[in-house]
């Protein structure tokens, strides 16, 4: 068993950064895929990024990649979702999962869900 809590959202200007974390519990935390999600008013949770156990491979949305990076420390039980150059369309409650899934961008090959951190960016 495995639960999730995230931090680190808030309100920031369009192309400024913010540092999502999610702390895990359990000692099973590094034999687990992590990965970020995010759902906005009205419409459905879509995946924005995910790391393997190992940290080796990681995998990005489209519309996020070369501006937001994922990592994890094992040893802290954490893993980060760095956001840079944010836009109002980065606007979301963003959720981070552990599993092992098959497919990482499918939100349903994850088996353990946060409650979310409110990321809100003003233009």
């Known amino acids: 068993q495995v639960q999730l809590v995230e931090s680190g959202g808030g309100l920031v200007q369009a192309g400024g950064s913010l540092r999502l974390s999610c702390a895990a519990s359990?000692?099973?935390?590094?034999?687990?895929?992590m990965g970020w999600f995010r759902q906005a008013p009205g419409k459905e949770r879509e995946f924005v990024a995910a790391i393997a156990w190992s940290g080796g491979t990681t995998h990005y949305a489209y519309s996020v990649k070369g501006r937001f990076t994922i990592s994890r420390d094992n040893a802290k039980n954490t893993v980060y979702l760095q956001m840079n150059s944010l836009k109002p369309e980065d606007t979301a409650l963003y959720y981070c999962?552990?599993?092992?899934?098959?497919?990482?961008?499918?939100?349903?090959?994850?088996?353990?869900w946060g409650q979310g951190t409110q990321v809100t960016v003003s233009s």
């Open positions: 999962a552990a599993g092992n899934p098959v497919l990482f961008r499918l939100s349903v090959s994850y088996d353990y």
């Open positions: 359990g000692r099973t935390f590094s034999s687990y895929a």
